[in-house]
């Protein structure tokens, strides 16, 4: 049993992505599916998939890779974990590694980039971070 779905997501991701894989598998969550798409929207994964199989939910990832084959990920962490939860102000979120990275944030608003949270004068939980 994952006590911490996030985590084990983004473990997978960057397993895969030092692996050079195309695809990678993780456990289905409305949050992971929510952190995907903020992915997707700033280009660190091409795609993702919810399959269903015999009633078990998963999700299948394509991870982007650069023209020369590497992979577009340089880093991804989890920052705000279940022993100790990470909150941030909206002035906190303003720019990460120069805006070449981002912050997934857990709003009012839903889960976004540190740009939009900005933009929507929101914080809230760090999530992960990735660049």
Known sequence: MVNDIIADSL?????????????TTLYY???????????KNKGFIKDYKVNDKDG????????????RGYSVISEVKR?????????????????FKN???????????????????YKANVGGEALCSIW
């Open 11 to 23: 473990t997978r991701i960057r397993n895969a992505s030092m692996r050079r894989l195309e695809y």
């Open 99 to 117: 805006g070449y990275g981002t912050i997934v944030v857990s709003t009012s608003k839903g889960v976004i980039a540190n740009e939009d949270a």
């Open 29 to 39: 969550a409305k949050i992971v599916v929510s952190i995907l798409e903020v992915f």
């Open 79 to 95: 920052i705000s974990k279940p022993g100790r939860r990470v909150y941030k102000s909206r002035n906190e979120l303003k720019r």
């Open 56 to 67: 078990k939910q998963s999700i299948s990832v394509q991870l982007a890779y650069d023209e």
